[in-house]
C-alpha cells in the first residue's frame, strides 16, 4: 500500500494553505531544488556543451518517458517529451489525418480543452476548405462516430467537470468504423491508470505539469501505437527528429520509432525537475492513489452539499465517473474563489461559473478536504466573498 503520508513529506507546500489546484498546476517536490541545482552547476556549469554525451541530456526525452510510459499502461519505447501539449496534439492529429487520407472530419467533443479544439481548428484551415472540426456534446460522441470521420479527439478527463470518457469502449467503436483515436491525457496521467495499450489507443499526449509535477511550463508527452510508430510522418519535421540529427542533412528522413516524433532541442531543466518528480512514483502505486482520490472526493462533495447549498455539483456524482477534481456551479464562482485563495484554500475557477478543486492524494489527505470544506463554508455563508477585489478578474483564473 502506499504510504501517503510519505510522499506528502515530499512535496513542498506553503505554511497554512490548503492545496487543491495540482490540476492545473502541481506543487514542487523538494528534491526538485537539488536535482536542478546539480543540472545547472555540475552539468551545465561545469561539463557546458559536452553534458549532452556526458550528462545524458540527449537521452532524456525517452528515458522519462519510458517512466511516464508506465503510469499510462504504453509499451517501453514507445513514449518520448518536448515541446508543449498544443504541439503534441498538432502531431498527433495531423499524422492520424494523414493515415486516414480520404476522410476530412476531426470529431471532438464541447468539453474538451480550447487550446485542442483551436490546434484542430487552425490544421483544418491549413489544409484546406473541405477538412472540418466536428464538436458535438460529450454525451453524443459514440453516436456521432461515422464514416466520413478520419479522426477522434478527446480528452479523457473534462477540464471543467471532471467527467470522464469511456477510452477503451470509444476507442474499440471508432477504430469499428476506421477511425483514428488521439487521446489527450492532460487530466488523467498521474492522477488515474491509464492503459492506452490495452485500450488499443493509436495516439496519446499529455503534459506533466499538472498531476505530474514538473514545473510551469514543463514538456508535453506523445505516445505512438507500436504498429503506426515507424509509419508516421511526423508533420513538424524538426532536426531532432532526423534519422541522423547530426549529419545536417538538408532533406529530412525521419528517425526510427518514437524518436521521429521529437521536435526541437529538449527543455533540459524541466526535465531534470520532471525526473525528480517522478522519483515520487517509486514509492506510490496509481491504483491506490486512484482509491483515495474517489475517497477524497466524495468527502468533499459530502461535506459541501451539507453547508453549502448556494454551490451546485458539476462534477459526475459516481467517483468512477470523473477524474481526480470536484467541480461546483456558483454565479459568484470567481469571486468565491478568490475569497478562498486568500484564506490559504487554493482552487480555481472556470468559467462561466465553475469551482474547480483538485485532489491528489500524494499530498492532500482527509484534514485537508475537511479545512477547504470549512472555509467554503465560511466564504459561502457569511458571504465574504461580496467584495469589490474579488470580483476584479485576474489575467489567470
Known amino acids: 500500500m502506499t504510504d501517503f503520508a510519505a510522499t506528502k513529506a515530499m512535496f513542498h507546500l506553503p505554511d497554512d494553505a490548503t492545496y487543491l489546484d495540482g490540476n492545473s498546476l502541481g506543487p514542487l517536490p523538494k528534491a526538485a531544488p537539488k536535482r536542478l541545482a546539480r543540472t545547472m552547476q ?84 491549413t489544409l484546406g476548405s473541405d477538412f472540418e472540426l466536428r464538436t458535438v456534446k460529450p454525451e453524443d460522441v459514440e453516436n456521432s462516430l461515422s464514416s466520413d470521420v ?22 474499440a467503436e471508432a477504430q469499428a468504423h476506421g477511425i483514428i483515436t488521439v487521446w489527450d491525457l492532460a487530466h488523467s496521467a498521474g492522477a488515474l491508470p491509464v492503459d492506452v495499450a490495452g485500450a488499443n489507443a493509436d495516439f496519446a499526449v499529455g503534459c506533466t505539469y499538472k498531476y505530474l509535477n514538473s514545473g510551469p511550463g514543463g514538456p508535453a508527452f506523445i505516445y505512438v501505437a507500436p504498429r503506426h510508430v515507424n509509419k508516421v510522418r511526423p508533420a513538424l519535421s524538426g532536426w531532432l527528429g532526423h534519422e541522423a540529427p547530426f549529419e545536417f542533412d538538408l532533406s529530412y528522413r525521419p528517425g526510427s520509432g518514437i524518436e521521429r516524433m521529437r521536435v526541437g532541442t529538449p527543455p533540459i531543466l524541466q526535465l531534470a525537475a520532471l525526473e525528480a518528480a517522478m522519483d515520487v512514483w517509486d514509492s506510490a502505486n496509481i491504483h491506490d492513489v486512484r482509491a483515495q482520490s474517489i475517497k477524497l472526493c ?33 454565479e459568484n464562482g470567481y469571486a468565491a474563489m478568490q475569497a478562498l485563495i486568500v484564506r490559504g484554500v487554493i482552487g480555481d475557477f472556470r468559467a462561466p461559473d465553475i469551482m474547480r478543486f483538485g485532489f491528489t492524494p500524494l499530498y492532500i489527505d482527509e484534514a485537508d478536504v475537511a479545512r477547504a470544506v470549512d472555509v467554503l463554508t465560511d466564504v459561502t455563508t457569511n458571504r465574504l466573498w461580496d467584495t469589490p477585489e474579488y470580483k476584479m478578474r485576474a489575467r489567470v483564473t
Open 298 to 330: 466524495d468527502q468533499f462533495i459530502a461535506g459541501v452539499e451539507a453547508s453549502c447549498p448556494e454551490l451546485t455539483l458539476a462534477s459526475p456524482r459516481d467517483g468512477t465517473a470523473r477524474g481526480s477534481q470536484v467541480s461546483f456551479r456558483f
Open 150 to 171: 478520419a479522426v477522434l479527439m478527446l480528452t479523457e478527463v473534462d477540464y471543467r467537470t471532471g467527467r470522464l470518457h469511456d477510452m477503451n469502449a470509444l476507442t
Open 42 to 125: 555540475d552539468e551545465w556549469g561545469e561539463m557546458l556543451i559536452t553534458g549532452w554525451n556526458k550528462a545524458g541530456w540527449m537521452g532524456m526525452p525517452t528515458e522519462i518517458g519510458d517512466r511516464i510510459g508506465k503510469l499510462i499502461g504504453a509499451e517501453p519505447g514507445h513514449v518520448v517529451l518536448g515541446d508543449t501539449l498544443s504541439i503534441k496534439v498538432y502531431q498527433a492529429l495531423a499524422s492520424a489525418l494523414e493515415m486516414n487520407p480520404k476522410r476530412r472530419v476531426i470529431l471532438s467533443d464541447n468539453g474538451n480543452f480550447p487550446s485542442d479544439l483551436y490546434m484542430a481548428e487552425g490544421l483544418c484551415k
